[in-house]
Structures are given as structure tokens and as C-alpha cells.
């Protein structure tokens, strides 16, 4: 009575096929854009971390240089203001102390000509100065850029 139709579906397999490796395809694209992207975020972190502690050690280097040198110099000013205890007013020792510390500092040979005057009469503080507190390892690093072009 009723005859069905067959329907002539040939070729649908070979488009779910096509259809099916087009939307893998994009999927793997994103998972590798992703992928890359996670890639190169760790790089740069990893960058840097490796930037800020090497900068952290030459500043540690820097700091523990002048705090050394500035305990020199506070050593040598409070035994000139003990030795020189009778012959002056009391209320003079605090300002004698400060003078004679911060007198000391320009005489030292690490923090000799600590600061430069560039062209426009601004002072900055030279790399020479402050490369006499580094290691050696760390003084060819940084190198030396006193020079100031007018």
C-alpha cells in the first residue's frame, strides 16, 4: 500500500565527516593558542622573578657597602668627640658627632666624588661609586655610564 521513499543519503557521511574534523580543527587551534599563550606568560614571569631578585642582590651589596662604610665613619667621629671629651661644652657633642660623621664621607675612597654635576647643574650619583661596593662578578655587569653628553 504505502511504499516508502528511500531517501538517497550518500553522501551525508562524508559531510558529518567534514563537518566533524572542521570543529576538532578549531578546537585544537584554541587549545594550542591557549596552550602557547600559558607558555609565554611563564616565560615572562619567570624573567622576571630572575630580574628582580639579581637587582635585589646588587642593591642588598649596595646597602651593606655604605652601611659598613657609614659605621667607619660614625666609629671614627665618636672616638674624635670622646677624645676631645673635657675640652668642650656638652651641649655641643651631638652636633660635633654629626659634623665629624658626615665630614668622612667624601675622604672615603669608596664613596670618593660620590656625586657628579651633569650639564644643567643637576648632581646624580655616579656608577663608579656605588660599583666600588659590588663583588666583582656583579661590577662587570653593570658596567660604567658616568659620563653625562651636553
Do not use: W
Not at 652636633?95 to 675612597?109: A, S
Amino acid at each position: 500500500m504505502f511504499k516508502k521513499k528511500k531517501r538517497n543519503d550518500k553522501g551525508s557521511t562524508l559531510i558529518m565527516v567534514i563537518v566533524s574534523l572542521g570543529f576538532i580543527g578549531i578546537m585544537v587551534s584554541l587549545i594550542l593558542i591557549i596552550s602557547s599563550n600559558n607558555i609565554y606568560t611563564k616565560l615572562v614571569d619567570k624573567k622576571s622573578k630572575n630580574n628582580f631578585y639579581s637587582v635585589e642582590n646588587v642593591l642588598d651589596q649596595v646597602e651593606k657597602g655604605i652601611q659598613s662604610s657609614m659605621s667607619r665613619h660614625m666609629v671614627k667621629a665618636y672616638y674624635k668627640v670622646l677624645s676631645e671629651y673635657n675640652n668642650q661644652e656638652a651641649s655641643t657633642y651631638s652636633e660635633k658627632f654629626k659634623k665629624l660623621t658626615m665630614e668622612g664621607i667624601p675622604g672615603d675612597t669608596t664613596a670618593k666624588g660620590f656625586k657628579q654635576e651633569m650639564c644643567d647643574g643637576e648632581s646624580y650619583v655616579k656608577v663608579s661609586s656605588i660599583t666600588a661596593y659590588l663583588d666583582d662578578e656583579l661590577k662587570a655587569l653593570v658596567g660604567s655610564t658616568d659620563t653625562a653628553n651636553c
